[in-house]
């Protein structure tokens, strides 16, 4: 599973699933902590849509954190005040750089979170479809 | 009278800090973040998009520790700001990939899509409420149960992740012209310093980190007969854009390597503006797009930006709202109302220079 996919899982799922994940990793290696969760700044580029072209909106907090496992540098890096989860996305990418056997049935259960995922986004856009306008027309 | 250097007041100011802090606490109420983040959700979006800086937590608390003074807010978010390291920029963020709460069009009924009111004041009475003097956890809870519940019976086929934008559709359509996909780097106005002509990267950063009140004031007056503008918003989105980064050290180009980082709120807003282009001996009408885009649900500033975008393209400079020198350089909150507020440091040495030389000329006899 890539990685654009694997971390957008882990941050918009369940913050038990990227734990649970987290501690089989931490249960048979050693987990080296290169920097520990610290807050900092993430540059929004844009493209606007008059002209298309580039700039910048404005930047986002972040909390990013650098581990090591098997030889192998995960980074976690996520908007907002998140020390935990920033540095579980940190070992489970370096899970996956490592290419540790767990990761070898992991995509499984990525794929049932990402299923859960979009089941509570479906039902959120039902409720916001809720409020779509149905124009009559008044000559009518 | 001489002049005199002085100093002093370390103890007046320690009074007067520990002053404030009874001022903040004085009625025994304690405010926590989250009640901040969950009930003030306008304060919180004007703050971070004044700040240009986009964190739900540090606003929050910027707002208690600023006992709900914007002007303040901003000032302590944007000091905290200089004190963390930017450490990566997302990539370029398109924003058709808005999860959409919110659409509106004042140009077409119709629109691919439709439109979505989501979350608004616009659509209430604006009578004030006052069983909220009264309202209760348990009757909080109640009413949500009763929401989601009901939200669950609805049943809709329209993907919200992606819906089509309006100004693609006229495009398509050939209403409107084709752009070309422009990605020139943009300069940054917190790195450099903004020089003249601004660049439109530079223009829009700025616009977007600008005071509400400032923005909203300005785009109003170029409507309104200080400028040259009539505007028809043709699409409004309040929605959340996804963040994504290329992998620090291994740049591969390929977009499933990055990291998706989170979301941020947004509302965005073009506007559609028509203009008179003369062809030969004919004057024909065409439309021109305002762009604007702002942290959070905050449309007035994101429509107000729409305009003063457009205004400053224009070539006129004939009204000030088309003069980048006199709009860009007056609605940062920190630039203003730290120059204002700075009337209140003592200007002791040159207030008695201007006194001395009044008074040097009331004694001169008056000449007939």
Redesign the interface.
């Known amino acids: 599973m890539n990685r654009r996919r694997r971390t957008e899982i882990l941050i918009e799922g369940s913050r038990h699933f990227a734990k649970e994940l987290t501690k089989e990793i931490e249960q048979k290696y050693e987990i080296q902590i290169l920097s520990e969760p610290r807050h900092a700044l993430t540059m929004m580029k844009v493209r606007e849509t008059a002209k298309r072209s580039l700039f910048y909106l404005g930047e986002v907090l972040v909390t990013e954190t650098k581990v090591q496992v098997n030889g192998h540098i995960g980074i976690g890096i996520v908007a907002g005040h998140e020390e935990a989860l920033s540095y579980e996305l940190a070992v489970i990418d370096a899970a996956f750089e490592a290419a540790l056997e767990e990761t070898s049935y992991w995509p499984v259960l990525f794929e049932i979170e990402e299923q859960r995922i979009i089941k509570q986004r479906s039902q959120r856009e039902q409720a916001i479809l809720k409020t779509k306008v149905d124009f009559e027309m008044m000559n009518e | 009278m001489a002049y005199a250097a002085v100093k002093g007041g370390t103890k007046a100011i320690e009074q007067s800090l520990d002053r404030l802090t009874y001022e903040r606490i004085q009625s025994k109420q304690v405010i926590d973040i989250e009640t901040i983040k969950g009930t003030m959700r306008g304060l919180i979006d004007q703050v971070m998009?004044e700040s240009?800086?986009?964190?739900?937590?540090?606003a929050a608390l910027a707002i208690k520790q600023a006992e709900g003074n914007v002007e303040e807010a901003v000032f302590l978010l944007r000091a905290h700001?200089s004190t963390?390291?930017?450490?990566?920029?997302?990539?370029?963020?398109?924003?058709?990939n808005m999860?959409?709460?919110?659409r509106i069009s004042a140009s077409f009924?119709?629109i691919p899509g439709?439109?979505?009111?989501?979350a608004s004041h616009d659509y209430s009475h604006r009578i004030m409420n006052f069983e909220l003097l009264k309202e209760t956890q348990s009757d909080m809870k109640k009413w949500l149960q009763s929401f989601l519940q009901a939200?669950?019976q609805?049943?809709?086929t329209?993907?919200?992740?992606c819906l089509p934008?309006v100004?693609?559709y006229l495009r398509q359509e050939r209403l409107f012209p084709e752009?070309?996909?422009?990605?020139?780097?943009?300069l940054?106005?917190?790195k450099q310093s903004l020089q003249f002509p601004a660049t439109?990267?530079?223009r829009?950063?700025i616009l977007?980190?600008g005071n509400t009140g400032a923005v909203t004031s300005l785009g109003y007056a170029a409507i309104r007969g200080y400028g040259e503008v009539h505007p028809t918003v043709g699409e409004l989105r309040v929605g959340h854009?996804?963040?994504?980064?290329e992998?620090?050290t291994n740049q591969t180009q390929n977009?499933?390597?990055?990291?998706?980082?989170?979301?941020?709120k947004?509302t965005?807003v073009?506007s559609f503006i028509p203009v008179s282009i003369k062809k030969g001996q004919k004057e024909e009408l065409e439309f021109?797009?305002?762009?604007g885009?702002v942290?959070g649900q905050n449309e007035t500033k994101a429509i107000a930006m729409s305009i003063l975008?457009y205004s400053l393209s224009s070539e006129g400079k004939k009204y000030p709202t088309e003069d980048e020198e006199f709009v860009l350089l007056h609605i940062d909150s920190l630039e203003s109302s730290g120059f204002i507020s700075h009337l209140k440091l003592p200007h002791y040495v040159t207030f008695q220079s201007k006194l001395d030389s009044v008074r040097k000329i009331k004694k001169e006899p008056v000449s007939l």
């Open positions: 998009s240009s800086l986009y964190g739900e937590d540090l700001r963390l390291p930017r450490v990566y920029y997302t990539k370029p963020i398109e924003t058709e999860a959409v709460e919110r009924k119709d439709g439109q979505l009111l989501g939200e669950e609805v049943e809709h329209t993907n919200l992740q934008k100004v693609d752009v070309e996909e422009d990605n020139a780097e943009p940054d106005v917190t439109r990267s530079e829009l950063q977007t980190r854009l996804p963040l994504t980064i992998h620090p977009d499933e390597d990055d990291y998706y980082i989170g979301t941020v947004v965005e073009e021109e797009i305002g762009y885009i942290f975008d």
